[in-house]
């Protein structure tokens, strides 16, 4: 923003809006930028940062991970429950919005059963390593943030738009696992047979059973008070976490009969509001902040003139944008980093190629989490390779071709669909 000023590319504020001096204009951007952003956009970050935390505390996240895979250990097939166990891992992602956590918690439940039915500890961590590479949550950050800059509710962001997509990927990835994980472990002569090495989770070590179901209630909150089915009751991200907090917080007064511990028992959701504050709201306006300075240099405008006159049209712009997200992703190990910084400028890019800002996002969106999935310093990545003792350089070698072909599937679904 100083250098565009300096080099007489442009202003920073109108001069309506100025401070009245260009230096102090830079912070006022930042400033407003960070109330308008933590107000809306950011409270509803924060409380599903929240719950997914105390969800995780009460051992909840885990009830449900654990029910949800459990009937897999039955069958005798390996490569078709490690298939199967990727659709199952990526639906949990509906309710576990960290790519992480949720890579943990699979680590302690589905990773014994794959590598005791026979299936290598690498085919077994790629599986895990790459269950959440589609942010479909309408819970996810990304989602939020996509929804919100495309002008749409996030019910029918959801399933308008990022179902559909995910859908085909889900059936390509899952097929694509299943033939490249068998591939793999035949050329490391690995051989198959059961055993039963790894622990497996014991029911005594979890809550409740019912407790699989409060991580669901938000979600479903959502989508019954919407559009959807009951539009003349209103509903909205804030209140459906608020609303899930407190049937659990019941619940959990049920299980203790100690109210003191119950409320002791709620600063995990608080720590996760704030650790929603300092990662990723604030990810959101360091990245307007980045873009602001591009729009001020006029840097967007070469871009799309360029585009425009190398004969790109709206379908090429999209493929530029996400090869650059999914080539910083790979880079920097983040998939929120270089979308929120990309994401406040889509709009504009979008109307001056004649798109819907929601064509550009979603695969946007969608690139910077499947590009995530085949770096090797990405948080995902490294916690998997740790837990299963294994290279995260050789994890990305097993991840790297699902990953490729999910890219091509999402990038050609989303056009086929919606161009």
């Known amino acids: 923003m100083l250098f565009a000023v300096l080099l007489g590319y442009g202003q920073i504020l109108p001069e309506k809006d100025s401070t009245g001096l260009m230096f102090f204009d830079m912070f006022e951007f930042i400033k407003n930028t960070l109330s308008s952003r933590a ?62 956590g949720l890579a943990m918690l699979l680590m302690v439940t589905v990773f014994p059963i794959l590598v005791n039915l026979g299936v290598s500890r690498l085919s077994a961590c790629a599986v895990i390593a790459t269950t959440l590479c589609m942010d479909w949550s309408p819970g996810d950050p990304g989602s939020i943030l996509s929804a919100t800059t495309a002008g749409l509710d996030i019910t029918t962001y959801w399933t308008g738009y990022q179902v559909p997509v ?47 179901l409060l991580p669901m209630i938000p979600l479903f909150l959502i989508l019954i008070f919407s559009n959807l089915w009951i539009s003349w009751i209103k509903m909205d991200i804030v209140k459906a976490m608020f609303i899930g907090l407190f049937i659990t917080m019941i619940c959990e007064y049920i299980r203790h009969r100690d109210g003191k511990k ?88 979008a109307a001056k190629m004649g798109l819907a800002p929601v064509l550009m996002l979603m695969p946007m969106q969608f690139a910077a989490s499947i590009a995530r999935s085949t770096s090797p310093i990405t948080a995902v990545i490294v916690v998997t390779a740790s837990l299963g003792n294994i290279s995260p350089f050789d994890l990305v070698k097993r991840t790297a071709i699902p990953m490729i072909v999910a890219m091509i599937v999402m990038v050609s679904t989303s056009l086929l669909l919606f161009h």
């Open 166 to 212: 995910t859908i085909a990927v889900l059936i390509a990835g899952s097929i694509t696992h299943f033939f490249v994980q068998k591939y793999f472990d035949k050329q490391d002569q690995h051989v198959v047979e059961r055993s039963n090495k790894e622990k497996i989770v014991h029911e005594t070590e979890l809550p409740p059973k019912i407790y699989a």
């Open 262 to 349: 119950v409320f002791d028992d709620m600063q995990p959701f608080f720590d996760g509001l704030g650790m929603q504050m300092a990662n990723v709201v604030t990810l959101i306006v360091a990245g307007e902040t980045f873009a602001k300075g591009l729009t001020c240099m006029g840097t967007i405008d070469a871009i799309i003139n360029g585009a425009q006159s190398s004969g790109f049209g709206g379908v090429g712009m999209i493929l530029v944008m996400v090869a650059i997200i999914g080539i910083s992703a790979v880079i920097m190990g983040s998939g929120n980093a270089p979308f929120f910084a990309f994401a406040s400028l889509t709009p504009v890019v």
């Open 39 to 100: 107000a809306a956009l950011g409270l509803n970050i924060m409380a599903v940062g929240g719950f997914a935390r105390y969800m995780e505390h009460i051992g909840a996240s885990k009830a449900l991970v654990h029910i949800a895979i459990k009937p897999l250990s039955k069958f005798n097939a390996p490569y078709t429950v490690m298939a199967i166990s990727w659709i199952v891992g990526m639906c949990l992602g509906l309710f576990i919005n960290s790519a992480s």
